[in-house]
């Protein structure tokens, strides 16, 4: 190899830099591999991708929730409401439920009441939608941040909640809520959201809704209140029970705290002028009360109303049933008041089942009503609704004796009817008054009506033989007038012409029929009202939901001649005044009444009436195990109950209480000729007489309606149907020759 020209490896020529290379500084790190520095790129990417998907997943899910997702119906407890019933002074009676509720109208709510319940929970309401997400978040962020378990629904979600869904505290509740409100945002208006939430949200002291929290705290409709007293409400929702200034004194400067906050958010949102918020006074509620059940007499009174509601085809019983009814009665509470009294001072409180077993057999049925225009002012029907089921002043099993009579002489003056000698009937009238006398001029099976103790009267007129209840004159004076005639009189009076045993025999005389005592109250009501009967009422308004629903207006017609029933009144101011009555007058005023009693003593009555106020009492006789009708021998510590003992005082108690203040009236009569001065019998001893008995009922009635005495072959079994009278030893000489010793008891005739 030739020699080397000299040069070496190193000075051989080195390959071109690139443009622009600088030499690394040896100072700084080496850079990363280029694997490495696509990292954060990839996960930003990523995170896009899944907020992406999240976000695209949220708006599935939202559109599946939406869509899957429907307004269901109202959850029972929502659309559940009582019956209120209301004195006829609009205090509250009664309600018929477990749910205090009354729904009204949003423009029966005043606006400031609104508009404090806006200020209270949710002031952007009218401007806001339906749910308020950033409002969730921040709700959720401080209950678990620990600044107390908040809220985040708007008035929209709670209506939800309350009306369609439950109180349960789910993930799935809240999202159905979530969705439902959407919905329902969209479907309705603000002011039917704002109602619905009125009327369905919880105010404490079991009122749901605004009306009934208005009565619950401040015993007035919910249109009477005012702006105080409506922040006082709109505070307590919040927490109801625990702002209750007068269950828990101890929480008041909270509860005033929460009402200043009302107050305060109304002047923000200029829905109150700075000088009435000034003028502001916290509005102390009233005490607490307890819910007002059916016990006592409040379930009797109910049950009488619903009974007239449904049985005048005012409103059908499964529609009462529904409830959010708004029940006005005619019920006047210290008329009510005053006959609960009666009662209890006169018979119940003298019972003693312990030491008189006969004691547990008695019940008391009471009803007075004002014979003006018909309308039923107070009404016992029994110890206790709760105890005792069966109203006693609407009940038809018990026969009411001898206070059928007055309809039979009523019906004679009617009809201008004669005796069998052809005498006019009026009350100076002279009858044989022999015991098992046999009636003239009935052509059915013969019939000898036996008087009390098979006593025997002689010659007696019409008036004296009413005071002492004498079976044989009045039996004979059914067939004079004409049985079908007498039905037809006491229909038109106020009995229902389906009253059981209200046959045209001349026993109907005698009391077989089993009136109610209401019903009874009614037809004495008419002869007091001059004839004019109206038909009785137990309700003066009705509405739902604030609807008014018409109440057929009480029609009054002429029953029976004015002077037919004049006539009757002046011989039953008799009765009252020397005879079986005479414990009436007790009550301090004039008055006209009659005694009666049922077979073997199973019920003793006294109706009577004064020009104001027409009143019945009944005391029965009931074995309350087996429901069997019981005689009354023995109860209250004596040998006898008859109308003209208790029923007479319980009746001139409670018309002495019932009527006090007011001046006593005298009977406007215009009475038959000859009729101005009545006979009298001497005034009777110390202990009241048992009137009448009446016996088993007809087994047959006739048809026959006409004025005429009827002509029947139905049989009318003697003695079957005798009513039995507690007498006094009159002898043939009249009843003014009485020696008068009352008798022992003992079984009716025929028995």
């Given at each position: 190899m030739p020699p080397s020209s000299g040069t070496s490896d190193s000075d051989a020529p080195r390959p071109a830099r690139p443009t622009g290379w600088e030499p690394r500084d040896p100072t700084l790190p080496p850079p990363p591999p280029r694997r490495a520095r696509?990292?954060?790129?990839?996960l930003l990417r990523t995170l896009f991708g899944l907020l992406l998907l999240g976000t695209l997943l949220l708006a599935g899910a939202f559109a599946a929730g939406y869509l899957l997702v429907d307004i269901p119906p109202a959850n029972s407890a929502a659309v559940a409401q009582s019956n209120l019933y209301l004195y006829r002074d609009g205090s509250t009676l009664a309600r018929d439920g477990e749910v205090n509720r009354e729904n009204v109208r949003l423009d029966r709510v005043p606006l400031t009441v609104r508009q404090a319940v806006l200020a209270a929970e949710d002031r952007d309401f009218h401007t806001s939608r339906a749910v308020d997400p950033k409002a969730m978040v921040r709700a959720a962020w401080n209950t678990v941040s620990g600044k107390g378990r908040q809220s985040g629904s708007t008035i929209t979600q709670q209506y939800v909640k309350n009306y369609y869904l439950g109180q349960e505290q789910t993930l799935t509740r809240k999202a159905k809520e979530f969705f439902i409100a959407i919905k329902l945002g969209r479907e309705k208006s603000k002011e039917e959201i704002l109602q619905g939430y009125l009327n369905t949200s919880y105010f404490g002291r079991n009122a749901y809704g605004v009306q009934a929290a208005a009565r619950a705290y401040y015993g007035k409709d919910v249109e009477q209140l005012d702006t105080a007293e409506g922040a006082y409400l709109a505070s307590v929702l919040k927490a109801p029970s625990a702002y209750d200034v007068t269950t828990h004194p101890e929480n008041r400067a909270k509860a005033v705290a929460r009402w200043n906050y009302v107050l305060d958010g109304m002047v923000t949102e200029g829905w109150l002028p700075r000088a009435d918020r000034a003028a502001a006074r916290f509005p102390v509620p009233q005490t607490a009360r307890p819910a007002t059940g059916l016990s006592g007499q409040r379930g009797y009174l109910v049950q009488a109303v619903e009974e007239y509601l449904t049985e005048h085809g005012i409103v059908d019983e499964k529609t009462l049933a529904g409830g959010g009814f708004r029940i006005t009665t005619t019920l006047e509470p210290a008329k009510q008041d005053a006959l609960v009294q009666a009662v209890e001072d006169q018979v119940m409180s003298r019972l003693d089942p312990a030491a008189t077993p006969t004691d547990r057999y008695v019940r008391v049925g009471a009803a007075a009503v004002d014979p003006a225009d018909g309308k039923v002012l107070a009404m016992y029907g029994g110890v206790d609704y709760t105890r005792q089921y069966v109203n006693n002043a609407t009940r038809r099993d018990y026969q009411v004796g001898s206070t059928f009579k007055p309809f039979v002489f009523t019906a004679a003056v009617q009809s201008?009817?004669?005796?069998?000698?052809?005498?006019p009937i009026t009350p100076h009238t002279v009858y044989d008054g022999r015991n098992r006398r046999p009636v003239e001029g009935w052509h059915g099976i013969p019939y000898d009506p036996a008087n009390e103790d098979d006593e025997?009267?002689?010659?007696?007129?019409?008036?004296?033989?009413?005071?002492?209840?004498?079976?044989a004159v009045y039996a004979q004076m059914a067939v004079d007038v004409g049985p079908g005639h007498v039905r037809r009189t006491a229909?038109?009076?106020g009995l229902p012409g389906s009253t059981p045993d209200l046959t045209a025999t001349p026993s109907i005389a005698l009391g077989p029929a089993t009136a109610s005592v209401l019903d009874m109250a009614t037809a004495y009501a008419t002869l007091a009202a001059h004839g004019r009967h109206g038909t009785y009422t137990l309700v003066e308004g009705l509405s739902r939901d604030g609807q008014e629903i018409t109440v057929p207006a009480p029609t009054a017609r002429q029953a029976v001649t004015r002077e037919a029933a004049d006539?009757?009144?002046?011989?039953?101011?008799?009765?009252v005044r020397t005879g079986t009555g005479t414990a009436a007058l007790a009550a301090g005023r004039p008055a006209a009444g009659k005694t009666g009693t049922a077979e073997?003593?199973?019920?003793?009555?006294?109706?009577?009436?004064?020009?104001?106020l027409a009143t019945v009492v009944a005391l029965m006789g009931q074995d309350p195990e087996s429901g069997r009708q019981e005689s009354l021998y023995g109860a209250l510590g004596q040998p006898r109950i008859n109308g003209g003992g208790e029923p007479t005082e319980i009746w001139a108690q409670f018309t002495r209480d019932a009527l006090a203040g007011t001046p006593p009236r005298d009977?406007?009569?215009?009475?038959?000729p000859g009729a101005e001065e009545l006979p009298s019998i001497p005034p009777l001893p110390d202990t009241p007489d048992s009137p009448n008995a009446s016996g088993s009922p007809d087994t047959a009635a006739v048809s026959d309606i006409s004025g005429t005495p009827d002509a029947s072959p139905a049989p009318d079994t003697s003695?079957?149907?005798?009513?039995?009278?507690?007498?006094?030893e009159i002898g043939e000489a009249g009843p003014g020759a009485a020696s008068r010793s009352p008798r022992p008891p003992r079984a009716s005739p025929g028995q």
């Open positions: 696509r990292r954060p790129r990839r201008g009817a004669q005796t069998q000698q052809g005498e025997t009267f002689g010659e007696i007129p019409v008036g004296a033989a009413t005071d002492l209840s004498v079976n229909v038109a009076l006539t009757t009144t002046a011989v039953l101011q008799n009765v073997d003593d199973k019920a003793a009555w006294f109706a009577g009436y004064t020009p104001e009977f406007d009569l215009q009475v038959m003695g079957a149907s005798e009513a039995r009278e507690e007498s006094y």
